[in-house]
């Protein structure tokens, strides 16, 4: 089996691929909206559109690494999180309080199986 290496920039791939599993790097909201729902809504979004990019989608995540500002803010992300899954289709998940960019209150790193292989 190859593995491919999508998005390659100096440092590293912003998405490496291997026997049907995508392994992507963290992921911030694409702007620094004010409230964690604010930036987790324009954060999902952003993974969606990434997930299916690449031939996966939410449903297929396997794990997720989670990154928060402030551990304060756990309830809130939680119900953005909760919210954007299909019921049933929850994947693993670490969660930890992190020092992040400023202005970006969470950062969520991926691990998804592709739907097809094609």
């Keep these: 089996m190859e593995i491919i290496r999508h998005d390659m920039c100096k440092h590293f791939a912003r998405v490496t691929e291997y026997n049907g599993v995508l392994y992507f790097t963290g992921h911030i909201a694409a702007g620094k909206q004010p409230t964690m729902t604010e930036q987790m809504v324009a954060l999902t979004h952003r993974l969606d559109e990434l997930l299916e990019q690449f031939g996966s989608d939410k449903n297929h995540i396997l794990y997720a690494k989670i990154n928060i500002h402030d551990w304060s803010m756990f309830d809130e992300f939680n119900a953005v999180w ?36 094609n």
Excluded: H
Excluded at 87 to 93: I, L, N, Q, S, Y
Excluded at 106 to 114: C, F, G, M, S, W
């Design 82 to 117: 909760d919210a954007w899954f299909d019921p049933g289709c929850m994947p693993a998940r670490t969660t930890a309080q992190s020092v992040l960019t400023d202005g970006y209150l969470v950062e969520i790193t991926l691990t998804a199986a592709k739907i097809s292989n």
